[in-house]
C-alpha cells in the first residue's frame, strides 16, 4: 500500500481509528473486543478485564441504580470461583475523576482550537463566495460581448443571446447579494474577553460530565477514547485497578472493598442512636417530625414519616414508645414542670436555658426532660433577683412575691418598655 498517492476524504490516522472501532464493535466475537456502547448506565463495562483469568468483567444491575461488575469466567462456569467482583459506582467514579484531571489541558487546547476554528470556517465560506462571484461576472462579460457581435438582422439569435446574458446577470445579481449577507453575518473577532470564558469553561469540565444532559453513551465513548482497558485485581481487603491509557501509559488505582453490610444505604449511627434516644420520650411520628425539622434524610434520601422510623426502629430492635413510660421512669416534661410551678412553659425553658434547672434534651427540637421528682420541683426557681432570696427556699413564695413586686413597679411605673424592664429587674431576667 502506497500511503497519501491520492488525496483521501479523510486521513490515514482518522481510519484506522475508524476501522478500530468498527472492530471493537463486533459484539459476536464475545470476549475478543470490548463489545458496542450500549445505553446502560455502567461506564466501564467492556473495559474491565480479569487481573487473575485474563476474562472480561460483566456488568450486571441487580436493581434500579446498581451496577456490579463480576469477573465473566464466573459467570459462564458457576462451580468456578469468582475472581474478583465489585460495586460498580463507586469505581465509576474513581476512573472518571481520573480521567477528567488528565483531560482537563486537552480541554483547554480543544476550546482554542475551536475559537480558531470558527473565525476560520467564517473566513473560508466568504472567500469561496468571492470566487463564485468573479466567475459570475466573467459569465456576464462574455454573454455582453457575444450579444454584441451579433447580427442584428438575425433577430432569433440576438434574442437567445440576449436571453442568456440576463440569466449571467441574474446569478452575478444573486451572488452579490449572498456575499453581502455573508458579510453581514460574519461573526466578530472573538475578544479577549470571550476567549477567556472559553477557557474558564473548558476549566468546568467535570461540571459537563455530570450534567444531567450528558447521557453515558457520550461518557463511555469519551472514555474509550483515552482508554484501552483496565485491569482489575483482587488483593486481600482491595481491589487494584491499572488504567491502560491509549498514549501507552499506565496509572494504578486502589480501593478497599465493601464489607458485608456496609454499603451506601446503611444508616449512620449517630441517627440509629438519635432515635434510640427519642423512642424512649416520644412516639414515631413525633420523632419523624424531629428529624425532618433537624434536615436529616433517610439513607434513601428520603424524608422521615412515622412508618419510616418504624422500620428503622424494628431493624435495630428499639423499642416503641408506650404512653406513661416516661411518667413510670419519674420523669417531667416542660408543661408538668410549668403546671407544679404555676408558671408558663417559657418561664420553665428559661430556668433550663439558665442552667436553674436540671433537664436534658436529646437533639436540637427535641422536647426537655427533667429527672427532678415532682416534690423536688418547688425547690427550684427561675430568678434570684427577687430581693437576694436564696434559690432553695420554698420557691413557690418567692415567685409570688416577686410577682406582686413586679404589679406594684408596673403600675408606679408608666410606659410599656418601663414595664417590661422593671418585670424583668424583678424576675432577675
Ligand atoms: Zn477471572
Not at 433537624?294 to 414519616?305: A, C, D, F, K, L
Not at 418547688?378 to 413586686?405: H, Q, V
Request: glycine content about 6%.
Amino acid at each position: 500500500m502506497i500511503h497519501d498517492h491520492h488525496e483521501g476524504y479523510i486521513s490515514w490516522a482518522d481510519y484506522q481509528s475508524n476501522q478500530a472501532v468498527i472492530a471493537h464493535n463486533a459484539n459476536r466475537v464475545g470476549a475478543m473486543v470490548r463489545g458496542s456502547v450500549k445505553c446502560g448506565g455502567a461506564l466501564l463495562s467492556g473495559l474491565l478485564r480479569c487481573g487473575h483469568c485474563g476474562s472480561k468483567l460483566s456488568t450486571q444491575y441487580p436493581a434500579p441504580g446498581v451496577i456490579r461488575y463480576q469477573c465473566a469466567a464466573r459467570v459462564l462456569n458457576h462451580e468456578q470461583s469468582c475472581c474478583v467482583t465489585f460495586g460498580g459506582l463507586r469505581v465509576d467514579r474513581m476512573v472518571a475523576e481520573q480521567v477528567l484531571r488528565c483531560l482537563r489541558p486537552h480541554a483547554i487546547g480543544a476550546a482554542i482550537e475551536a475559537i480558531e476554528n470558527v473565525q476560520g470556517a467564517s473566513d473560508e465560506r466568504v472567500h469561496q463566495k468571492a470566487l463564485a462571484l468573479e466567475q459570475a461576472r466573467y459569465e456576464v462579460d462574455r454573454a455582453q460581448r457575444r450579444y454584441d457581435v451579433v447580427d442584428p438582422a438575425q433577430r432569433l439569435v440576438a434574442a437567445e443571446l440576449e436571453r442568456r446574458w440576463n440569466e449571467a446577470l441574474k446569478v452575478q445579481a444573486q451572488i452579490e447579494q449572498d456575499l453581502a449577507a455573508l458579510k453581514t453575518e460574519r461573526p466578530t473577532s472573538v475578544t479577549a474577553a470571550t476567549k477567556a470564558e472559553l477557557l474558564a469553561l473548558a476549566e468546568d469540565l467535570p461540571c459537563l460530565w455530570d450534567h444531567p444532559g450528558s447521557s453515558p453513551q457520550i461518557k463511555k465513548r469519551l472514555l474509550r477514547t483515552v482508554l484501552k482497558d483496565i485491569i482489575a485485581t483482587s488483593e486481600d481487603n482491595a481491589i487494584r485497578l491499572v488504567l491502560h491509557w491509549q498514549g501507552g501509559d499506565h496509572t494504578e488505582l486502589r480501593f478497599e472493598k465493601n464489607r458485608t453490610g456496609k454499603h451506601r444505604y446503611v444508616m449512620d449511627t449517630d441517627t440509629i442512636e438519635l432515635i434510640r434516644s427519642l423512642a424512649r420520650i416520644q412516639p414515631d411520628s413525633m420523632i419523624a417530625s424531629i428529624l425532618n425539622r433537624m434536615g436529616r434524610h433517610t439513607p434513601h434520601g428520603q424524608t422521615w414519616t412515622a412508618v419510616r422510623v418504624c422500620a428503622t426502629r424494628n431493624n435495630h430492635a428499639i423499642a416503641v414508645y408506650r404512653e406513661g413510660e416516661r411518667q413510670t421512669r419519674g420523669e417531667l416534661n416542660v408543661s408538668e414542670v410549668a403546671a407544679i410551678l404555676s408558671v408558663t412553659q417559657t418561664t420553665v425553658l428559661r430556668m433550663i436555658r439558665l442552667r436553674r434547672m436540671p433537664a436534658t434534651q436529646a437533639c436540637v427540637n427535641a422536647p426537655w426532660v427533667s429527672a427532678v421528682s415532682r416534690s423536688d420541683v418547688p425547690m427550684f426557681t427561675y430568678g434570684d433577683g427577687c430581693g437576694g432570696y436564696a434559690l432553695r427556699i420554698n420557691c413557690c413564695s418567692i415567685i409570688d412575691e416577686g410577682r406582686a413586686r413586679a404589679a406594684q413597679t408596673t403600675r408606679s411605673w408608666g410606659s410599656a418598655p418601663d414595664r417590661a424592664l422593671a418585670v424583668r429587674q424583678l424576675s432577675g431576667m
